[in-house]
């Protein structure tokens, strides 16, 4: 969770030093148009909170969350369905698509964060007023299933959006600082996994496995795995010549992992993007017997390396404490040697 004296050590840190089309990105970019940027935060901001997914009807949860929020210097508006349960969702599909559609027709919210993830997203995309959300340019922020709505909004909205840390997400200094340089100070930072040796020691988290070396340059596409895999032949799935595609996952035997990598193969997908950023793929190893099987990383070189592309694995984006803040659709240079993202652009105006 934020501390206010990390944020506002941090913010004090950071002033001192420092329209497409719905075919998505790709087409844009070949009729010479720019892609759009949300403006930047700046304390004292109104925020929406909304889950597309999950529920969370626990009051100190939500307590915790709206803390978070005004730790970083914000103001949180919570949508009307925040505390809702429907099933495992917050909400009927339509009530939760019509929180995020109302936070996008406020004129007094600036950004709209995602409380948690979960499952859910998806099913609410045919109930977005896509011609307001186009018309708002307002970050997203949130990663796992909130990647239906990321490539939603990139194959639909054409603004930059935020793969970073849910609103109830655990919010440390590292966390913190990569969110703050992107959405606040409108920096371009260079990436690169920070962990202590003993870290590395005990889980090995902090490394980088390198199936193909060398730099590549393009238009940052991606998220979680199994919910990009979900919405192939959808029309929520933005254009991915050239692009830097990166994943990650929780909770994903090996050979599920190898499914989705294949289907991606099969849809053309792999074949078009110029550099592969596989991040952390927490808890995903086969439950039953794994003497002869595959590991991960055996399944990535087997899919990654044939590319011809740079490609590595290891980064920290995904279900981690200490995750990157990935502005989607903004131009970024991966260099697979060292494990590193570098942000070519700022994310916002």
């Known amino acids: 969770m934020l501390d206010r004296r990390t944020i506002i050590a941090g913010l004090g840190a950071a002033a001192g030093a420092l329209a497409l089309p719905s075919r998505g990105f790709a087409s844009a970019a070949a009729r010479g148009k720019a892609l759009r940027k949300p403006p930047r935060l700046r304390p004292g901001d109104t925020v929406g909170l909304v889950e597309p997914a999950g529920f969370t009807d626990d009051e100190y949860d939500l307590a915790l969350v709206l803390e978070n929020i005004r730790a970083m210097g914000l103001v949180p ?27 996008y027709a406020d004129d007094k919210v600036r950004a709209v964060f995602a409380v948690r993830g979960g499952w859910g997203s998806a099913r609410m995309l045919p109930y977005l007023d896509f011609d307001r959300i186009r018309a708002n340019p307002k970050l997203l922020i949130g990663f796992s299933d909130i990647t239906a709505l990321h490539m939603a909004f990139a194959a639909r909205a054409g603004f930059t959006t935020i793969h970073g840390p849910t609103a109830a997400g655990s919010w440390g200094k590292f966390s913190w600082d990569a969110f703050r340089s992107l959405v606040f100070d409108a920096a371009t930072p260079l990436y690169a996994n920070q962990q202590s040796a003993e870290d590395r020691l005990v889980q090995r988290g902090g490394r980088i496995r390198t199936f193909r070396p060398g730099k590549a340059s393009g238009r940052l596409l991606g998220g979680n795995l199994t919910v990009i895999s979900t919405l192939m032949g959808t029309p929520y799935l933005p254009e991915f010549d050239g692009a830097i595609l990166f994943l990650e996952d929780v909770s994903e035997a090996e050979y599920r992992i190898d499914r989705m990598l294949t289907q991606l193969k099969l849809a053309g997908i792999l074949g078009r993007v110029a550099g592969v950023v596989f991040g952390q793929c ?12 595959f590991t991960l990383s055996q399944v990535l070189k087997q899919h990654l390396e044939p590319l011809g592309v740079p490609a590595f694995q290891g980064a920290q984006i995904g279900h981690v404490a200490n995750q990157f803040s990935l502005p989607v659709g903004v131009p970024a240079e991966i260099d697979a040697a060292a494990g590193t993202i570098r942000i070519l652009e700022p994310a916002v105006a």
Not at 77 to 103: C, F, I, Q, S, V
Not at 284 to 290: D, F, H, L
Request: aromatic residues 8%.
């Open 77 to 103: 508006k919570p949508a009307p369905h925040l505390a809702t349960r429907y099933g495992y969702l917050a909400g009927k599909d339509e009530e939760r698509a019509a929180d995020l559609n109302a936070m």
């Open 282 to 293: 927490t808890g995903c190893t086969n439950p039953g017997p794994s003497f002869g099987g």
